[in-house]
């Protein structure tokens, strides 16, 4: 049962340097979410994808932007990292027609930006 | 808006003691509620939810949350603490229910609670 994925577990970039977070879920959800988690600050959205082929900016979108690439995949990307990007992000899915929209979680990413 | 407050950043208890985490929404139309727990190095996962059926819910692991609508609370317990539950735990809220009672919309956590069980 492999719920949500995510790749890479952990990444140490250089100020500048771009990178891309990949997440799928084989769930068949229809929205996807990019959350990043910082001590004390609880989590923060930073974009999600209500479904297939439409995203939306979050609480924290600035220095990111993502790709939903089809139902089971929602990419995260940073252009140039700075080190406030350093954090753990998390992807999430869930399924909220009809119901009450729990969220289901990947491992997590850490992202280390020097 | 939704909002969602965990008053106590920090919860420290004895083995075999209740377990009382504090979590008050805010929310101008009923709310979905959830409790999460996050344990070291690991994503989030789900303890229980709230979605209007039952005033009490219980989850996994023996916890058990009371929706209280009067006073905006959806504190999470447990009668008796292990090591085990040792985590960081979150509530959320989910609202923004569309027309027909499909609910549409993004989860608001509130910032954690982290819970330390000593023996």
């Known amino acids: 049962n492999a719920g949500v994925t995510q790749t890479p577990k952990f990444q140490v970039l250089k100020t500048g340097q771009s990178m891309t977070l990949q997440c799928a879920q084989d769930m068949n959800h229809n929205s996807m979410y990019w959350y990043r988690q910082d001590p004390g600050m609880g989590l923060r959205l930073i974009y999600y994808?209500?479904?297939?082929?439409?995203?939306d900016k979050g609480e924290v979108p600035n220095g990111y932007n993502v790709s939903r690439l089809n139902k089971r995949e929602f990419s995260l990307r940073l252009e140039s990292a700075a080190p406030s990007q350093t954090s753990v992000y998390f992807c999430?899915?869930?399924?909220?027609?009809?119901?009450?929209?729990?969220?289901?979680f990947g491992e997590g990413s850490r992202l280390t930006v020097l | 808006a939704q909002s969602v407050t965990q008053l106590g950043s920090h919860v420290s208890v004895s083995e075999g003691a209740l377990v009382l985490l504090r979590c008050n929404y805010s929310?101008?139309?009923?709310?979905?509620l959830f409790w999460y727990v996050q344990y070291p190095n690991q994503g989030l996962q789900l303890l229980l939810k709230y979605t209007s059926a039952a005033t009490l819910v219980k989850g996994i692991n023996d916890f058990e949350a009371e929706f209280k609508k009067s006073e905006t609370s959806f504190h999470l317990t447990k009668p008796s603490a292990h090591m085990s539950d040792a985590a960081e735990y979150f509530c959320a809220v989910r609202t923004n229910r569309g027309a027909g009672g499909t609910s549409y919309g993004k989860l608001t956590f509130g910032q954690g609670t982290i819970l330390t069980v000593h023996p």
């Open positions: 929310s101008s139309v009923p709310p979905y």
């Open positions: 999430a899915s869930s399924e909220i027609r009809g119901g009450p929209g729990e969220l289901f």
């Open positions: 994808s209500a479904s297939e082929g439409t995203t």
